[in-house]
């Protein structure tokens, strides 16, 4: 018999994919590659999402929504009315964006990403604060499954909100299948960065605070004092954005740290490459992404110790705790064991597949009707 599943993604904004719209895009992608007539699969979608997401549009049914211009008290109506209407013929319902409409469906996957707003409020604005700590909790009791992308996330909701460990299942990010494969040229990136004879180290994230950019600043000031290495961070403007550039300014760091707004995927997978390093110093992740492409497109990995990420890295990448005198001579261990890394790496990064990510999807599907 085949499962009628609709998805919820009237949360993704078209043209503004970050980690938790990916993590949840690529799933959908594995769930295709694998699926052999068992789901008849529905995506309920804002105006435009075919013109971004044309694998999929392909792929998947798709029905848009009227639209709500990207204003969250509209799309939350949406959800509770046109929704709720739509959702009436589907077997399940997944709501991938972390919260569930009060009609969600009768047989349900919720998506949770991260909490982080347990562990950083101070990230998050009075009403968007407000509105987590009401909808979340509501959502995860009324969901028959709730997926993660990591043990850590799991872990957490078990314990915070004291749901039974067997509805919580993780299903792992996937790596794009295209990563790397037409990545900018090494050459035309140093060129346009006028970084020609330079060693670099590469950040790839928004400027939120807790991606935690200015503790490399102070290891570029004290450590890592080399001229001839530059950090280059890619990523759009966060929270942080301000605060991070005056300290760039403050420490005179500026003919050593590039800032680049978020760049096309073909010029991240380019500096990926040609760096030394990917440095990853963040206080908080569902699951972090970043590093496993890093090490897909063989890179040496340099990351903290904290929430999911020694979990997704293993031994595959250097992963030490946030303290500076760790990291002082980190880049000497890289130089020193950098083959072994690249080995590690790559074959860490086998694991997350978006075939295998779908997989881990379709089970989770398969034991609500069970």
Known sequence: MTLRVGVNLLWLRSGQVGGSQEY???QLTG???INNNEFDVTLFVQTGFAQNHMQLAQ?????????????RVLRILLEQTWLAVKARKFDLVHHGGGTMPLFAGRRTVLTIHDVQYLSFPENFSRA????????VPRSITRASIVSTPSEYVRQKLITEFAISPAKVKVVRHGIDEQLGKAATSEQDLRQRLRIENKDVLFLPAVTHPHKNHKFLLQLMKTHWVDKNLVLVCAGGKGRGEVDFMREIRRLNLDDRVIRLDRVVDEDRDGLLKLATAMVFPSLYEGFGAPVIEAMALGVPVISSDRTCLLEVIGNAGLVLGLDEEAWAGALQVVQDQRSEFIARGLERAKLF???ISGQALAAAYRRIIS
């Open 31 to 33: 769930l295709h590659e």
């Open 24 to 26: 949840l895009l690529r």
């Open 353 to 355: 597949t978006s075939e």
């Open 59 to 71: 792929a998947f049914k798709f029905i848009e929504a009227p639209s709500h211009r990207g204003i």
């Open 128 to 135: 968007r604060l407000s509105y987590l700590r009401n909808v």
